[in-house]
């Protein structure tokens, strides 16, 4: 082997040296972990998921834990791991009021929490089996209900700052969505949250502003917290057109199977996938959008009939018999015969499904315990005859007090 190809074995050698260099230089070298446990605050609206990465982590740690406590210091911590086989969960596959433990997934060391509520408020930490703790979150899930909702097109403004002293109560707004529906007049949102500026606040959070935390934060005081109760989130709403995208429409085989015609008269070909449902005449239905979440641009149309916003949205008139909630379902309480129709879903500004809603007001219908109006009626029907023997024993009770210490009047000829 001469002096030339000596060199160039060493020149390749180098340069796959400095290549698997190059290559471990990932993000958890850069990020050193803290000499010091730092919570870094996150606020989420009820019902939306959120991820939540782990920053920083020994470059020998492989495998990580999540972990969740609800208050700093407390005994009782849930543990979150994917070990010992666990499936990873899929959000279409979590149903509202699920508890925690089967709302998550861990996935390239991040921690996804799916539908979340008010009571998984707390502190996650990043960490080991053996409880080393590499980095942590203060989240703060508010809540929809009480949820005020802004016009914009109807002069409306949004809630004003509050005051107190040094503490400063006031909403931010995250970004406008897209328009929910294209060539026609649709609308657009943005969710503004419940923040605090105060100097009393813990150090040991992280903050994005100085002094500046979410009003359910852990870095709050209890007492802080409190006047902070009333302030709650906020939905600002506007009017808003945009263009649709022309899409080319294939006709094939679809057409066979979804189609309802006339003698001499055209086919007609759904657009979108329609579902039929059948449903009974009094009863309450509620209609979810096909893979929509609550931050996303949600619309919802009955035939030909637009259903916006700012008058079929939840809390504008307590009477409503048909709403939209926060979470983006459409509710129909007490079904009625004028019911019927289709009901088209729009997802980020595109009609992507369509509900053909049936309504029975005939038929047997077999009472089981899964049907709420079963279950509310054997309530009722509970709460009632609790009633009435606490009312007869009450009676009886009070009749052998008066006998036994002689104060009722003797009734006998």
């Not at 080991?128 to 203060?138: E, L, M, S």
């Not at 149309?301 to 983006?328: A, C, E, P, W």
Request: charge should be neutral; proline fraction near 5%.
């Amino acid at each position: 082997m001469n002096l030339a190809h000596t060199t160039v074995l060493l020149w390749v050698w180098g340069s796959l040296q400095a290549f698997e260099i190059v290559e471990k230089e990932n993000i958890f070298q850069r990020t050193p972990c803290p000499a010091f446990l730092m919570f870094d605050n996150a606020a989420y609206l009820a019902d939306m998921s959120f991820e939540l990465p782990c920053h920083c982590k020994p470059e020998e740690v492989t495998t990580v834990v999540w972990y969740y406590q609800k208050h700093l210091g407390s005994g009782h911590t849930k543990v979150l791991t994917d070990f010992d086989g666990r499936v990873l969960t899929e959000e279409a596959q979590v149903r509202v009021g699920s508890d925690m433990l089967v709302r998550f997934s861990i996935r390239m060391f991040s921690l996804l929490v799916f539908r979340a509520q008010p009571e998984d408020s707390g502190l996650y930490f990043c960490g080991t089996r053996k409880g080393d703790y590499f980095y942590a979150y203060d989240v703060d899930i508010q809540s929809s209900e009480g949820m005020v909702a802004t016009f914009k097109d109807q002069g409306q403004e949004p809630f004003a700052d509050e005051y107190q002293g040094s503490l400063h109560v006031f909403t931010t707004f995250w970004e406008w969505t897209l328009c929910d529906r294209c060539g026609v007049r649709g609308e657009q949102w943005r969710i503004g949250l419940c923040y605090l500026q105060s100097p009393d606040l813990s150090p040991r959070y992280r903050k994005t502003l100085p002094d500046v935390v979410s009003c359910g934060s852990r870095a709050v005081p209890t007492s802080l917290r409190a006047k902070a109760r009333d302030h709650t989130p906020e939905l600002l709403v506007q009017s808003c057109i945009v263009p649709c995208e022309r899409k080319v429409i294939q006709e094939g085989m679809m057409a066979i199977f979804n189609y309802v015609s006339k003698l001499g008269s055209r086919p007609w070909v759904p657009q979108v996938p329609i579902q039929f449902h059948q449903q009974r005449l009094g009863h309450g239905l509620i209609i979810s959008c096909p893979g929509a979440r609550p931050e996303h641009a949600v619309a919802w149309d009955k035939d030909h009939q637009f259903l916006y916003r700012t008058q079929y949205l939840k809390g504008v008139n307590r009477s409503m018999r048909v709403f939209i909630d926060h979470g983006n379902h459409l509710h129909i309480r007490f079904t009625q015969l004028s019911d019927r129709g289709i009901y088209y879903c729009w997802r980020q500004g595109v009609r992507v499904a369509g509900f053909r809603l049936g309504v029975m007001s005939r038929g047997h219908y077999r009472a089981s315990f899964s049907d709420p109006e079963t279950r509310a009626a054997m309530e009722l029907t509970l709460i009632g005859y609790l009633l009435i023997t606490a009312v007869f024993v009450t009676i009886h009770l009070c009749r052998c007090c008066c006998y036994l210490f002689r104060c009722c009047p003797n009734f006998s000829p």
